[in-house]
Nanobody
């Protein structure tokens, strides 16, 4: 059974940084792509970033490109999302996801496994 556990969220000031982690278990971690999504109160869940099975291919939403960095450590079965220059509009619950795609995707429908989410709150 695939299990994803996010951590690293918190309450910060605008301009601060955070590193989110997603620890995966239940299958061969290094064979699959991962994605990060977020959902703010009253809004749809939106794509943030994705990474391929080998870490060589990444994709970002326009709203976070240049500020957020996705990475993975296949030896630790963990995917990271490094958030910098945080803005109040980045406030949301952040979710880690994986599926059967080796390259990850911006489409949430491509992911069959989701974590429980971690809250990020950015105040001005």
């Amino acid at each position: 059974q695939v299990q994803l556990v996010e951590s690293g969220g918190g309450s910060v000031q605008a301009g601060d940084s955070l590193r989110l982690s997603c620890a995966a278990s239940g299958r061969t971690f290094s064979s699959y792509g991962f994605g990060w999504f977020r959902q703010a109160p009253g809004k749809e869940r939106e794509f943030v970033a994705s990474i391929s099975w080998n870490g060589l291919s990444t994709l970002y939403a326009d709203s976070v490109r240049g500020r957020f960095t996705i990475s993975r450590d296949n030896a630790k079965n963990t995917v990271y999302l490094h958030l910098t220059s945080l803005k109040p509009e980045d406030t949301a619950v952040y979710y880690c996801a994986t599926g059967n795609d080796r390259y990850g995707s911006e489409w949430s429908s491509r992911y069959g496994y989701w974590g429980q989410g971690t809250q990020v709150t950015v105040s001005s």
